[in-house]
């Protein structure tokens, strides 16, 4: 059984309305209906509701060389967020975030609705981060979803040798607990993508009556748009 849709884009600077409408099958409409769920309960954690805050200084003396401070919350919030996370952050769950953007982009075929999912994509995978800043040493990039990754399934989720032993190499560059401040950075653009992408699958299953987000047209022009 299919489930239908009606989608009313407004371009905001220029008033323009765009029309959608189709239909979701069974099994996509309920992914979507299950990631609004696991979205809301990952947003509601106290770790994110807090504001997820950490914070890296670095500093340089030609004597003493680099001095490295970090300022992490308590841990205890994170492994929280963490398990909320698991259902959005794992490839192999059916709502992975990647696969949920795949299934409205599929469907929601209008270059507008697919430039928005775009760009969360670009945030979620720490894309944008890395063309504001990087910070890379003997070709990896520390600030990286694949070093995430890697010290998630080393460290947090599982504790795979290779990919412990591979993080734990890192603190020839960093500490530790400074690589994780950059983990939680890229967690942060995490969320701030799998909040978006939520509140358009709410609007698209009627859970929430209308939404609002920033479409990247282009570097010279990204409008405020708002869907209902």
Known sequence: MGHPYQLTLTIQNTSENLKLAGEFNEDDWNCLAEFVQYAEELLNTKYVQDGMSASLNLKWDKDSGMAVSTKLPDWNDVTVFLHKFRPIGLQSENTYFYRVCSILAKELAHPYFRNMIHDQREIYSGRR????????????????????????????????????????????ILPLEAS???????????????????????????????GEVLIKLSDKNPPNSSFT
């Open 129 to 172: 981060m890395q063309s504001i800043f990087r910070i890379q040493a003997d070709n990896v990039i520390l600030n990286s979803e694949k070093v995430l990754n890697d010290w998630l399934n080393g460290f947090e989720y599982h504790r795979d040798k290779k990919k412990r032993e591979f993080i734990e190499s890192l603190n020839q």
């Open 180 to 210: 994780k401040v950059l983990f939680l950075d890229l967690l942060v653009n995490k969320v701030q993508a799998i909040n978006n992408i939520a509140e358009l699958s709410r609007v698209v299953i009627g859970k929430q009556k209308s």
